[in-house]
């Protein structure tokens, strides 16, 4: 009797095996389990090590090593060979192990680039897939393939290899570079209070990341084009590793995180609003009137890093928040908070303004898109801003200006007016918009003065007014006369008209001191609040319905001098009249887009042409720029190490 039953667990998996076959193969794809014999070519393998007895998770066992023996088995491990067989007696046999003792004898596998092979004990593995069995203890042999630096797969592994000597944990695959090593920091963090397993990585991966793994899953993940790895890396960067797994409480915030995860893992666009939309003022009901009705008024909050006395970039923000306030009153009320902590508490003054009915909240720093995100999960009823370059997510849009147009202006500036011909440039952290940034500045002095080298300070600190007057120490010290983002000693217009705090300036080279201001880039933040929020409540704005569907695109609202949110000042005083009538000019001409900075040919420092003659470099390449062109000398000390 139990031999027909066990008959009928093999016929069972042979249906099994024969959908999953014919699927592949009508697909074109092979419908066998794959055979290392036709991957690896020895000349390739570096060394052998024997790691001995490990669990190995099934889902990691995915091939066989001979190719004769791979014929036995369709790609999900399901037997192909036809019942009444000496293989379908075996197979069966060991299904009545399995379901009476357990399968004790580990099978042997190579191991290679973090998936396994079988060389021994095809049949048991089979056996237990077929059953949903998690792990198999193996006599495992690890295959190391030579480095390549040009192989992304290989180099992914070296970095696994690191991770899993410390770890011990190979059902993790992470395709994002190094993430692995930000995985083990936040690991040898991780201080769990309950744990019953002697490893702490043990604990992780039997309590925290299997569960994650099958609620995941079961909410679709496993469709995405995505490892479940990434998937909890992304989960991690927001929540942190959790204590313990609460399948109620994380599966709502991992319902919304797996929409974010899904543009992430597909070809989705990203939606670049590089100018306002056109304003139609007939209509007045729209989908965000909608959805805040029945409320007259709609309800703004905005949340700044520090006190609008002390920061320059905050008081601007306020500027613009006051301007809303005076033409737009009678359609919304707007509040704010200040001195927001910079770290990840920030989150609970977010979620704070999200429980006192907001419609919209405006965080206005980099530095908070991480816990605005986190909140945005929790209350995708809201809708959330970041002041950001960075790339945008389904539930949190970002604004920010194209900076790099009035840098250009400025770099024309510094470039006509030095002696030395060595700019200084004090900058934050290399992101993309500070990069783009100091390439355009370049460009500009570079357009009108030929011999003009641009020295970068790093302050590492984006709103330190006593970090960048140091740094603006140190590059008067390698000889500039010029200094870009120089913080201002004295109060002027400027400052109390935009908020700005630093300017380019001139150096007395014989004080070592800075002597005269003569430009800087401004925001006016109050124009982009006012055409985003007119927009928005005249219904004319044509990706409203994208912001608050489903099916949303990624929105970046970046937009530049012809919009007016930013723009130059220089001092007519200071300034050469024929060098104001050029910056004037191609002021004119990036409005009427008739030029951009960043128009080829253009070198990097390394000497490789990074942009053809006569083409423009696209949205996407300024929006994701790493390199710096070959006027810039961006290897100065940075200012952490200076004493």
Not at 266 to 286: F, G
Request: some cysteine; proline content about 4%; aromatic content about 12%.
């Amino acid at each position: 009797m139990n031999e027909l039953i066990d008959q009928d667990y093999y016929l069972e998996a042979k249906k099994n095996a024969l959908k999953e076959y014919n699927k592949l193969v009508s697909s074109g794809e092979l419908g066998y389990v794959p055979s290392l014999e036709g991957l690896v070519n020895n000349a390739d393998i570096v060394t052998e090590i024997n790691l001995g007895l490990v669990e190995v998770p099934l889902k990691k066992i995915i091939g066989t090593y001979t190719h004769l023996r791979s014929l036995c088995f369709s790609k999900n491990f399901m037997p192909l060979l036809n019942a009444n067989t000496e293989f379908e007696r075996k197979w069966s046999s060991l299904c009545q192990s399995h379901l009476t003792e357990g399968i004790r004898d580990p099978i042997k596998v190579y191991e290679y680039l973090n998936w396994f092979y079988v060389i021994e004990g095809n049949k048991r593995v089979s056996v237990l897939k077929y059953f949903n069995a998690y792990a198999i203890t193996a006599n495992v042999i690890r295959l190391i393939p030579k480095k390549d630096e040009n192989n992304e797969n290989i180099k992914l592994y070296y970095e696994f290899l690191k991770f899993n000597k410390e770890t011990g944990i190979y059902s993790i695959w992470l395709t994002k570079e190094k993430s692995y090593e930000l995985l083990l920091d936040m690991l040898m963090k991780y201080n769990p209070k309950k744990s019953n397993l002697d490893s702490l990585y043990r604990y992780f991966e039997v309590y925290i990341y299997n569960p994650f793994r099958a609620l995941y899953h079961s909410l679709g993940g496993d469709k995405l084009n995505m490892t479940t790895g990434d998937a909890f890396m992304e989960f991690a960067k927001i929540y942190g590793i959790p204590e313990s797994f609460d399948e109620k409480e994380i599966t709502t915030t991992l319902k919304e995180l797996i929409k974010e995860l899904e543009l992430m893992s597909s070809d989705s666009s990203l939606s670049i609003q590089t100018s306002p939309e056109a304003i139609t003022q007939k209509k007045v009901i729209t989908a965000i009137t909608n959805f805040v009705a029945p409320r007259k008024k709609l309800k703004l909050a905005f949340v700044y890093s520090r006190s609008i006395e002390t920061s320059g970039w905050t008081y601007a923000h306020e500027l613009g928040r006051l301007y809303l306030n005076k033409v737009l009153g009678d359609q919304l009320t707007t509040s704010y908070v200040e001195n927001i902590p910079e770290n990840d508490s920030a989150y609970y003054y977010i979620k704070h303004l999200a429980e006192e009915g907001n419609d919209i909240i405006f965080t206005t720093s980099p530095i908070y898109m991480n816990a605005t995100l986190k909140c945005a999960l929790e209350f995708p009823q809201i809708k959330f801003f970041n002041c950001s370059e960075s790339h945008p997510f389904t539930h949190v849009a970002n604004y920010y200006g194209r900076t790099y147009e009035p840098r250009f202006l400025t770099g024309v500036i510094a470039g006509a007016m030095t002696k030395t011909n060595i700019i200084g440039y004090a900058a934050t952290k290399p992101t993309p918009e500070v990069i783009s940034s100091i390439n355009a500045f370049a460009l500009g002095a570079k357009m009108v003065n030929p011999y003009s080298e641009i020295k970068v300070a790093w302050t590492e600190e984006w709103n330190s007014r006593v970090k960048f007057k140091d740094a603006g120490n140190l590059l008067i010290s390698y000889g500039c006369d010029m200094i870009c983002n120089r913080t201002l000693s004295i109060p002027h217009p400027v400052s109390t008209e935009y908020g700005v705090y630093s300017m380019l300036c001139s150096v007395d080279m014989s004080k070592k001191q800075p002597d005269r201001y003569l430009a800087t880039p401004i925001w006016q933040w109050g124009i982009f609040y006012e055409k985003i929020l007119k927009n928005i409540l005249s219904g004319t704005f044509k990706t409203v319905m994208d912001l608050f569907s489903s099916n949303q695109k990624l929105i970046n609202f970046w937009w530049g001098i012809d919009s007016g949110v930013v723009d130059i000042f220089y001092s007519e005083e200071h300034v050469p009249e024929e060098t104001q009538k050029l910056v004037k000019l191609m002021k004119r001409m990036i409005v009427n887009n008739l030029f951009n900075p960043f128009t080829g040919p253009i070198y990097d420092d390394s000497g490789n042409l990074r942009i053809e003659s006569e083409e423009v470099a696209s949205h996407e390449q300024i929006l994701s720029m790493d390199w710096f062109i070959d006027s810039v000398d961006s290897n100065l000390v940075q200012f952490k190490s200076i004493k």
